[in-house]
């Protein structure tokens, strides 16, 4: 990005959001005094369950919700003061796919432009077609494209204005592997050329390859807000089961440093991630303590749910 360009993309502070309840439906304190700094030029991936708040503070950052207090700067710009400043640097793909389903995707971007009082000669139509793979489909209505092109027409909306941050709400729920692939390689391809990325997803695993750093949101608060590498570290999604030929009375001195736990009185239980031993050193270690083993089984638990308990107790 040029000279001026802000070196955080958005700056959060004390964000607060309480939803008055109407019609019925209860009030909801949706953001519970949110903190984030999202470097310019990075990657960033929100992750969190269902109503955790991602899609509020997204809609803040947008301009959509206004916020009940705290600080908010896109780009440097405070959405409440200058709404329009904002939605010229950021682009939103929404969950929902909201196109009009009679509508030819050229004509759609060609809309979006036009809105944005961007000239015909400055449009970048056939470029987003065609990064997107959506060139041969240009005059086609949105109704008989694919869900997955459908999405990316949806990104395309979203860059028509050439803007330095993109939010990407949940991009690939619903989307097939090699769909996601594609669409996570354009991200890259955008990020490289400098633009800075919000995404919000479900799914560690589309954090993991996509992402710089990552927070997790839980319940309207940040558990955690690290490095991708770092944030791994701490989780330990596989166990190892060691069935024992003699009955223990407790775990052996030389193993306590792998923390396992007597799961009745023949099965040892290890649980190692990323940043502790491998099996390999565990089993040299129980062989060295003089245990004999009848048998071994490995497991994986659900990298999404280990990584989720793990904040939710922090
Ligand atoms: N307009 C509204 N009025 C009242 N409560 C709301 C409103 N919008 C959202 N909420 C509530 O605020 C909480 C956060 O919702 P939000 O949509 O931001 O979560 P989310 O993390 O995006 O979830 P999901 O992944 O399901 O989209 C939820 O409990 C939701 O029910």
């Known amino acids: 990005m040029g000279e001026g360009a802000p070196a955080a993309a958005i700056e959060i502070a004390g964000l607060e ?3 008055s309840g109407s019609g019925g439906r209860a009030g909801k304190h949706a953001l519970k005094g949110v903190s984030l700094t999202i470097p310019r030029g990075s990657i960033f991936g929100l992750l969190g369950p269902n109503g955790a708040g991602k899609s509020t503070l997204i809609n803040i950052l947008a301009g959509l919700v206004r916020k009940s207090s705290g600080q908010v700067r896109v780009w440097d710009i405070d959405p409440d003061v200058a709404p329009r400043a904002v939605r010229a640097s950021i682009g939103v793909v929404p969950q929902e796919l909201t196109l009009d389903p009679y509508f ?3 004509a759609a971007l060609e809309l979006q432009a036009g809105l944005f009082g961007i000239p015909k000669l400055a449009r970048r139509t056939d470029e987003l077609l065609a990064a997107l793979g959506l060139a ?3 005059d086609a209505p949105a ?3 694919s869900g997955g092109m459908r999405r990316r027409l949806m990104v395309a909306k979203a860059l028509v204005h050439h803007p330095p941050v993109l939010v990407l ?3 690939t729920a619903g989307v097939d592997v090699a769909l996601r692939q594609q669409l996570w390689a354009y991200v890259q391809d955008l990020n490289r050329a400098g633009t800075t990325v919000l995404l919000t997803t479900h799914y560690l695993h589309e954090a993991e390859a996509l992402c710089d750093r990552i927070a997790v949101l839980a319940d309207g608060e940040i558990r955690a807000n690290d490095t991708t590498d770092a944030l791994l570290r701490r989780v330990e999604d596989k166990a190892l089961t060691i069935e024992l030929a003699v009955p ?5 001195e030389a193993l306590c440093r792998f923390h396992p736990v007597l799961a009745g009185p023949q099965a040892l239980v290890f649980r190692y991630g990323r940043s502790s031993g491998a099996a390999d050193e565990i089993l040299a270690a129980v062989q060295s303590a003089g245990l004999v083993v009848r048998d ?3 497991s994986q ?3 999404e749910q280990v990584f989720l308990d793990l904040f939710r107790r922090s």
């Open 296 to 298: 071994l089984t490995t």
């Open 17 to 19: 959001k309480v939803y």
């Open 104 to 106: 030819p995707a050229r």
């Open 248 to 252: 223990l009375a407790e775990v052996p």
């Open 169 to 171: 709400d949940e991009p």
């Open 143 to 145: 109704r008989s494209l």
């Open 136 to 138: 041969d489909k240009a």
């Open 301 to 303: 638990a659900d990298l």
